[in-house]
């Protein structure tokens, strides 16, 4: 077995779990100096089962350190997706107000399949030992699914409040509570927008319309499998409004996306961040083919961790996306820079050659000219490349991994994938990730968003290309990025 840092599909910017299978972040919350992510972990194998809890803190969303397992399955039930908030009141009375307790709110998912209901588990530790509540579960409607449960403080009702998912009616539930042990049901919301699939992993949180704060809106996160927009998993939002009891969809939105790539799933955000900033984080990989994806003796990394903005695009508020601006932390000396260079009909080496690599942070503004698709070639070489370009006629940015390297494992990966983006002041702006084994592309002001595994031989260079026309590279600035790893 070869070190994390040489597997050859290793990410080396992306959390993943040294050993074993990962699915959907868990329990994301900042808490005395650190962030948390937990994450549905299999600690005795590398495909799902055994759903426990696994577990990682980072002081800047970029270094992450593995933990050992934080809540293990038993005989009894798995350990399914949750949320954790600090009680800093002691509303639980499982801490003090000196020495909170950390409480996960997670769903208990009976061995047996016949019961999904919510319970809680705390720590007093800052997280590194955590007891299972004597009473659980603390809420249990008797259903078969009913789960994933993201629980944040809300200070105008001074209590709990749950958004939880029923995912075969495709609704989502709000209930409140005093003391994280009692819930009270407040309202329903659903069915909406897409639901060619079950609704699982919600979230609800407040945002400043182009950082005015005195105009905030809610957005509600569903992700639903299948159904996707790029097939499979996938993750959409409604904004709107939240009155403490009920939450309203602003009209005729159609259906919205957070992410147009195969691999953005379970996505959602961490609570009581410092700064006040809304961050979120996705498993970078999907139902479809999450369990024959090719690497070994783990099985899928957490995308890179986003700050949100709510921006007025198009007249509406609509969300954007970047990558945490610690992630500048890994950019190692010598970037290259481009500007103003024609790109002929045709594909040629970027700069000499001078930007290959296998973990760059590319940062790009083309002009179309008349160039009717155009872009970047990555992981090329040997008749493999991953295609990150913009479909002008269609106003499309998309990602072409068809010819990416090993795509044989399942049907549903090769392919592309496409995004809606508008040329604005004649460019078009892309911030381009590419780790390992993923590629993740922000488009505009970071309103389109698309984010794909890969899974590249070894050629690792970058080149440009045109087709139909010239298009112009305005610049680029190209960063090769180390690795969080120790
Ligand atoms: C989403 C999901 C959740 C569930 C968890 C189980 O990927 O199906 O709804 O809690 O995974 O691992």
Same mark, same amino acid.
């Given at each position: 077995e070869e070190p994390p840092g040489a597997e050859p599909y290793r990410p080396q910017f992306h959390f993943s779990p040294a050993r074993n299978w990962m699915n959907d972040p868990n329990g994301l919350v900042h808490y005395d100096g650190e962030y948390h992510l937990f994450f549905q972990y299999n600690p005795e194998g590398n495909t799902w089962g055994n759903m426990s809890w696994g577990h990682a803190v980072s002081r800047d969303l970029v270094h992450w350190e593995e933990l050992p397992l934080a809540l293990p399955h038993d005989e009894r039930e798995m350990v399914f997706s949750g949320s954790v908030v600090v009680d800093r009141e002691n509303t639980s009375g499982f801490g003090s107000?000196?020495?909170?307790?950390? @409480?996960?709110? !997670?769903?208990?998912?009976?061995?047996?399949?016949?019961? =999904? $209901? =919510?319970?809680?588990a705390y720590s007093t530790d800052r997280g590194r030992t955590w007891t299972k509540y004597a009473g659980n579960p603390v809420l249990d409607i008797g259903a078969r699914d009913f789960r994933d449960p993201k629980v944040q403080w809300h200070e105008p009702s001074r209590s709990w409040l749950m958004t939880v998912a029923l995912p075969l009616e495709h609704k989502v539930r709000f209930y409140r509570s005093p003391d994280l042990r009692q819930w009270t049901e407040l309202s329903d919301f659903g069915p909406a927008g897409a639901v060619d699939g079950v609704w699982e992993c919600p979230d609800l949180f407040p945002m400043q319309v182009d950082g005015d704060p005195e105009r905030t809106k809610w957005v509600l996160v569903v992700n639903l499998n299948p159904g996707g927009i790029a097939g499979g998993s996938g993750a959409q939002y409604f904004v709107g409004d939240f009155d403490g009891t009920r939450f309203t969809a602003d009209p005729d939105q159609g259906t919205r996306w957070l992410d147009h790539g195969?691999? !953005? !799933? $379970?996505?959602?955000?961490?609570?009581?961040?410092?700064?006040?900033? /809304?961050?979120?984080i996705g498993w970078m990989n999907n139902w479809q083919y999450g369990e024959q994806i090719p690497t070994d003796p783990w099985r899928s990394a957490m995308s890179v961790p986003r700050t949100m903005g709510l921006g007025t695009v198009d007249g509406r508020p609509t969300l954007t996306q970047q990558p945490v601006a $610690?992630?500048?932390? *890994?950019? *190692?000396?010598?970037?290259?820079? @481009? /500007?103003?260079?024609?790109?002929?009909?045709?594909s040629q080496p970027l700069a000499e050659g001078r930007g290959d690599g296998r973990t760059l942070d590319i940062e790009a503004r083309f002009s179309p000219g008349d160039a009717e698709h155009f872009g970047l070639e990555l992981r090329a070489g040997d008749g493999q490349k991953t295609v990150v370009g913009y479909d002008a006629a269609a106003g499309e940015v998309y990602v072409d991994r068809t010819h990416s390297g090993d795509t044989g494992f399942s049907p549903d990966f090769p392919g592309t994938q496409r995004a809606p983006l508008a040329v604005r002041d004649g460019e078009v702006r892309l911030r381009i990730l590419l780790d390992a084994s993923s590629v993740e592309v922000f488009g505009g002001a970071g309103e389109s968003v698309l984010t794909d595994q890969i899974f590249p031989g070894a050629p690792e260079g970058v080149r440009l290309f045109a087709e139909g026309g010239t298009a112009r590279l305005k610049s680029l600035d190209l960063h090769r990025l180390g690795t969080y790893r120790p």
């Open positions: 107000p000196e020495n909170p307790a950390m @409480v996960a709110v !997670y769903t208990s998912h009976a061995k047996d399949g016949s019961r =999904q $209901a =919510q319970s809680l195969k691999d !953005y !799933y $379970a996505a959602v955000s961490w609570d009581g961040d410092p700064e006040g900033r /809304r961050h979120m $610690a992630l500048d932390s *890994l950019r *190692l000396p010598d970037p290259v820079a @481009v /500007r103003e260079v024609d790109v002929p009909e045709g």
